[in-house]
């Protein structure tokens, strides 16, 4: 007989605490979050503890249910839970004890790099108030040593550590009493700490499926927990030692692997729910409901989500020419095909071929721009019934937004408008008239990549994306520059491959500049106009307009 969840407050040094990590009696489940705190955040708790200020409760179960669990806290391994014994389990304060015990029980050989993943965990205390300007605890992210009236907050719990440290104080300082101070002052803020006591709710009894519940029900740590990390707690023993988000995260590891990019952790949440049945995938109530609805039906949806993805992948890649998933316009256009091929049991090319004209339609029209849950529903029902072969993907009415003005890459505009001009534009040439990577670029930058033709600020249409362009040049040579050149050699090629004509350079020669943005607005516009028009899709009324922030 399972015993109801007792729960008893006690308060507890916080070097007791610590040291039950240490010993690996304390542990972290593997259904809570990873560890998300900013480093500015671990610094505020640090300043909080030295000026007393609680830092919360910590919420524990304890319990001799083997669960899994991190055997990383913090950045530090820890060791197995210790057989035969009961185990608390970690249910609120994961962010809080991680900072702290990767902070205070840090090993003296533990990386110090410029990389944040080693230098977050090394919190310095300045013990001279110059140096530490109000700002009482540091971060050392630079590579050089470490000044040494900065108590490294690593050595304060460790009595040889502390000694140690105090010895040195005593050789960088030019006199005893400055030394003393220094002293002092370190052994002050390690008081502070060894006697620091922190309040824990200790819960004992009830099933683990109780515990999830508190769990997910807290959600108290500052940070609000996304659906996709709340239904991964919910459903966690669903599908075998893993989390939902352990297997998402697969998931998109392997899409990224096959070069398309990451897909947002979301789009696959969603995605997931979908494919088991879900229409209203983007609700933001109920999800303990949710999470019941959908858990006996999780593994195979997650199988399902795996495979169909890729799917998705190769018709955006293969069939739409979108060579990277970060311009894709709209995510809910990613969950939508994956509805389409899972529930499709043969693609005929009549359908590709309207599936490709329905992402540019909607892509150029906005029809996803601010969707409701009750229209995310109704595409998923239309999507599922087209794949079924029992409806139609009927956007004739749809009109393409106007050129977009500004170049803005959260406009889902501005995205399918790149799609376009890699289309267009797909052997660009650098100065020398080799060929350029541009999808080798944008892998690695994004809007960097297409880099201002008038650089100039104030002048009008400067952000329009007819100011952009795809060209590398060498040190002290500007964009403007190099056209300007190249027009004057001939090299009518080299331009053309970046869709720039020669009419438009005579404005750059005489610094006419709104000249030239608007004569190329109005070339490129045209161009793309004509593909519009070329898919059976109105186009604009006005050649250019506002380009509407719009992607989720």
């Given at each position: 007989?399972?015993?109801?969840?007792?729960?008893v407050?006690?308060?507890?040094?916080?070097?007791?605490v610590?040291?039950r990590i240490s010993?690996?009696?304390?542990?972290?489940?593997?259904?809570?979050?990873?560890?998300?705190?900013?480093?500015e955040q671990?610094?505020?708790?640090?300043?909080?503890?030295?000026?007393?200020?609680?830092?919360g409760?910590?919420l524990i179960?304890?319990?001799?249910?083997?669960?899994?669990?991190?055997?990383a806290?913090g950045?530090?391994?820890i060791p197995?839970?210790?057989?035969?014994?009961?185990?608390?389990?970690v249910?609120?304060?994961h962010?809080?004890?991680?900072?702290?015990f990767?902070?205070?029980?840090?090993?003296a050989?533990?990386?110090?790099?410029t990389?944040?993943?080693?230098?977050?965990?090394?919190?310095?205390?300045?013990?001279?108030?110059?140096?530490h300007?109000g700002?009482?605890?540091?971060h050392?992210?630079?590579?050089?040593?470490?000044?040494g009236?900065?108590?490294?907050m690593r050595?304060?719990?460790?009595t040889?550590?502390?000694l140690?440290?105090?010895?040195?104080?005593?050789?960088?300082s030019?006199?005893?009493?400055?030394a003393?101070?220094?002293?002092t002052?370190s052994?002050?803020?390690?008081?502070?700490?060894?006697?620091?006591?922190?309040?824990v709710?200790?819960?004992e009894?009830?099933?683990?499926?109780?515990a999830i519940?508190?769990?997910?029900?807290?959600?108290?740590?500052?940070?609000?927990?996304?659906?996709?990390?709340?239904?991964?707690?919910?459903t966690?023993?669903?599908i075998?030692s893993?989390?939902l988000s352990?297997k998402m995260e697969?998931?998109?590891g392997?899409?990224a692997?096959?070069?398309?990019g990451?897909i947002?952790?979301m789009?696959?949440?969603q995605?997931?729910l979908?494919l088991s049945g879900e229409?209203d995938v983007q609700?933001?109530?109920?999800?303990?409901t949710?999470?019941?609805k959908v858990q006996?039906h999780l593994?195979t949806?997650?199988?399902?989500?795996?495979?169909?993805l890729?799917?998705?992948?190769?018709?955006l890649?293969d069939?739409?020419?979108?060579?990277?998933?970060?311009?894709?316009?709209?995510?809910?256009?990613?969950?939508?095909?994956?509805?389409?091929?899972?529930f499709?049991?043969?693609v005929?090319?009549?359908?590709?071929?309207?599936?490709?004209?329905?992402f540019?339609?909607?892509?150029?029209?906005?029809?996803?721009a601010?969707?409701t849950t009750t229209?995310?529903?109704?595409?998923i029902?239309?999507?599922k019934?087209?794949?079924?072969?029992?409806g139609?993907?009927?956007y004739?009415?749809e009109?393409a937004r106007?050129?977009?003005?500004?170049?803005?890459?959260?406009?889902?505009?501005?995205?399918a408008y790149l799609?376009?001009?890699?289309?267009?534009?797909p052997?660009?040439?650098?100065?020398d008239g080799?060929?350029?990577?541009v999808?080798?670029?944008?892998?690695?930058?994004?809007?960097?990549?297409?880099?201002?033709?008038?650089?100039?600020?104030?002048?009008p249409?400067?952000?329009?994306p007819?100011n952009?362009?795809?060209?590398?040049?060498?040190?002290?040579v500007?964009?403007r520059?190099?056209l300007?050149?190249l027009?004057?050699?001939?090299r009518?090629?080299i331009?053309?491959?970046?869709?720039v004509s020669?009419a438009?350079?005579?404005?750059?020669?005489?610094?006419?500049f709104?000249g030239?943005?608007?004569a190329?607005?109005?070339?490129?516009?045209a161009?793309?106009r004509?593909?519009?028009e070329s898919?059976?899709?109105?186009s604009?009324?006005?050649?250019?307009?506002?380009?509407?922030?719009?992607?989720?």
């Amino acid at each position: 007989m399972v015993k109801d969840i007792s729960v008893v407050p006690e308060v507890h040094f916080l070097e007791q605490v610590l040291e039950r990590i240490s010993q690996g009696e304390l542990r972290v489940p593997k259904f809570q979050r990873p560890f998300l705190w900013r480093p500015e955040q671990m610094l505020q708790l640090f300043d909080s503890m030295e000026r007393g200020y609680p830092m919360g409760s910590l919420l524990i179960w304890e319990t001799t249910m083997q669960l899994e669990s991190l055997d990383a806290i913090g950045g530090r391994s820890i060791p197995p839970a210790p057989e035969g014994a009961k185990v608390a389990y970690v249910l609120d304060g994961h962010q809080r004890l991680s900072t702290l015990f990767g902070v205070l029980h840090r090993s003296a050989d533990a990386p110090q790099s410029t990389q944040q993943e080693d230098w977050m965990w090394w919190v310095y205390r300045p013990l001279v108030r110059s140096a530490h300007d109000g700002v009482r605890y540091r971060h050392w992210k630079r590579g050089e040593t470490v000044p040494g009236n900065f108590l490294p907050m690593r050595s304060v719990l460790g009595t040889l550590d502390f000694l140690e440290y105090a010895r040195k104080l005593s050789e960088i300082s030019d006199s005893r009493e400055e030394a003393d101070r220094l002293t002092t002052e370190s052994e002050r803020i390690a008081k502070r700490v060894k006697n620091y006591k922190v309040s824990v709710v200790r819960m004992e009894g009830g099933t683990l499926q109780q515990a999830i519940e508190v769990f997910s029900r807290i959600n108290s740590s500052g940070q609000k927990m996304r659906p996709d990390q709340m239904v991964s707690a919910l459903t966690y023993g669903n599908i075998g030692s893993e989390t939902l988000s352990d297997k998402m995260e697969e998931i998109k590891g392997r899409v990224a692997g096959s070069g398309f990019g990451e897909i947002p952790i979301m789009t696959i949440f969603q995605t997931v729910l979908a494919l088991s049945g879900e229409e209203d995938v983007q609700r933001d109530t109920s999800w303990e409901t949710m999470a019941r609805k959908v858990q006996s039906h999780l593994m195979t949806a997650v199988e399902n989500t795996d495979r169909i993805l890729q799917e998705v992948v190769e018709f955006l890649r293969d069939e739409v020419r979108v060579p990277l998933a970060r311009l894709v316009p709209y995510n809910i256009q990613i969950l939508l095909l994956a509805v389409f091929f899972h529930f499709s049991e043969k693609v005929e090319m009549e359908q590709r071929a309207k599936l490709r004209n329905w992402f540019w339609t909607t892509s150029l029209a906005g029809t996803f721009a601010g969707a409701t849950t009750t229209q995310v529903r109704n595409f998923i029902q239309q999507m599922k019934a087209f794949a079924l072969g029992t409806g139609g993907l009927n956007y004739s009415g749809e009109r393409a937004r106007a050129f977009p003005e500004r170049f803005d890459l959260r406009s889902a505009r501005v995205r399918a408008y790149l799609l376009w001009d890699l289309q267009t534009f797909p052997e660009r040439k650098n100065l020398d008239g080799s060929t350029a990577n541009v999808l080798e670029q944008l892998a690695t930058a994004h809007s960097e990549t297409y880099r201002h033709i008038i650089t100039q600020s104030g002048v009008p249409g400067a952000s329009s994306p007819a100011n952009r362009i795809v060209m590398r040049t060498p040190p002290g040579v500007s964009i403007r520059q190099a056209l300007i050149k190249l027009a004057e050699e001939g090299r009518a090629d080299i331009l053309d491959s970046h869709g720039v004509s020669l009419a438009s350079i005579e404005h750059l020669k005489t610094d006419e500049f709104p000249g030239f943005i608007l004569a190329r607005q109005h070339e490129v516009a045209a161009r793309e106009r004509q593909f519009i028009e070329s898919l059976g899709i109105k186009s604009a009324d006005k050649e250019a307009g506002e380009a509407d922030i719009d992607t989720e």
